[in-house]
T-cell receptor, first 115, second 114 residues
Framework: GAVVSQHPSWVICKSGTSVKIECRSL??????MFWYRQFPKQSLMLMAT?????????EQGVEKDKFLINHASLTLSTLTVTSAHPEDSSFYIC???????????FGPGTRLLVL | AQSVTQPDIHITVSEGASLELRCNYS??????LFWYVQSPGQGLQLLLK??????LVQGIKGFEAEFKRSQSSFNLRKPSVHWSDAAEYFC????????????FGTGTRLKVLA
């Protein structure tokens, strides 16, 4: 089946630093990748949709300058949390879909803790 | 407005008992329908999906779901629950074209008693 990886799985950083999270589609070409944020015991909140080679589309209320998304290739998308603050601490999950697939395949998630 | 409702936040069942998790949706047209499972600290794993055709779909781990258009429902069932099924279950709907963005339900947390 479709496999999506995320790296790192855990990251702890100091307030004010930037953190980059990678999302890789391992066995298919991901024309679209999605980035979600999940708070404890809550559902997933879509942050942005990224298509390979074009700018990401951010959901309302998501700061595009804070959450930089780069979808540079058909297998890799990155989310950079810039100048992270404690309120950015969360579980970030990516998903990928390829070609005419309607199904999103999810990565294992990255837990970010900002001190 | 488009929405997905999972009315049960928590469900507790005994191991070996049957299970039904409810999902209702409000959408402009019949969407694609999905059930995902999330274990603690993990990503989401696809259990099953419905696009068209037979309204009873089979998934992995012995799960099945039935699409009922008249009720706008897509309930997940399993005849005999195993302790390893304890997890969070999310119902999602998505458009049949375009952005393929999902709308997720709020999730149902399943607890299994030994």
């Amino acid at each position: 089946g479709a496999v999506v990886s995320q790296h790192p799985s855990w990251v702890i950083c100091k307030s004010g630093t930037s953190v980059k999270i990678e999302c890789r589609s391992l066995d298919f070409q991901a024309t679209t990748m999605f980035w979600y944020r999940q708070f404890p015991k809550q559902s997933l909140m879509l942050m942005a949709t990224s298509n390979e080679g074009s700018k990401a589309t951010y959901e309302q209320g998501v700061e595009k300058d804070k959450f930089l998304i780069n979808h540079a290739s058909l297998t890799l998308s990155t989310l950079t949390v810039t100048s992270a603050h404690p309120e950015d601490s969360s579980f970030y999950i990516c998903s990928s879909r390829g070609g005419f697939q309607e199904t999103q395949y999810f990565g294992p998630g990255t837990r970010l803790l900002v001190l | 407005a488009q929405s997905v409702t999972q009315p049960d936040i928590h469900i507790t069942v005994s191991e070996g008992a049957s299970l039904e998790l409810r999902c209702n949706y409000s959408y402009g047209a019949t969407p694609y329908l999905f059930w995902y499972v999330q274990s603690p600290g993990q990503g989401l794993q696809l259990l099953l999906k419905y696009f068209s055709g037979d309204t009873l779909v089979q998934g992995i781990k012995g799960f099945e779901a039935e699409f009922k258009r008249s009720q706008s429902s897509f309930n997940l069932r399993k005849p005999s629950v195993h302790w390893s099924d304890a997890a969070e279950y999310f119902c999602a709907v998505g458009p049949t074209s375009g952005t393929y963005k999902y709308i997720f339900g709020t999730g149902t947390r399943l607890k299994v008693l030994a």
